[in-house]
């Protein structure tokens, strides 16, 4: 079971990127998927959600801004996160039912 984020990288403020959460091993029909993100000497925090039922939640600071979605069918989920901030910088995680994948870093410069 393996779920590997990818998609980020260094953007100016204001930028766009598309974080993508790959799964293999396990199958996302049914589960509740979460993008988390940890800045450093921060603890981790949920930036947005999307339930099994297909509801969607988001973290009020990227309202607006991130919007999540899936594939189910290919395993798949999704972050698209336009009018970045210096302070969205971090390792962006994603979980999909109890399993978390490997992150990768977003920084956005100012």
């Known amino acids: 079971v393996q779920l590997q984020a990818s998609g980020g990288g260094l953007v100016q403020a204001g930028g766009s990127l598309r974080l993508s959460c790959a799964g293999s091993?396990?199958?996302?029909?049914?589960?509740?998927m979460v993008w988390y993100r940890q800045a450093p000497g921060k603890e981790r925090e949920s930036v947005a959600a999307?339930?099994?039922?297909?509801?969607?939640e988001y973290r009020d600071s990227v309202k607006d801004r991130f919007f999540i979605s899936r594939d189910s069918a290919k395993n798949m989920m999704f972050l698209q996160m336009d009018g970045l901030k210096p302070e969205d910088s971090g390792i962006y995680y994603c979980?999909?039912?109890?399993?978390w994948g490997r992150g990768t870093l977003v920084t956005v410069s100012s």
């Open positions: 091993g396990i199958s996302f029909r049914g589960k509740n």
């Open positions: 979980h999909v039912g109890s399993v």
């Open positions: 999307i339930y099994s039922g297909g509801a969607k």
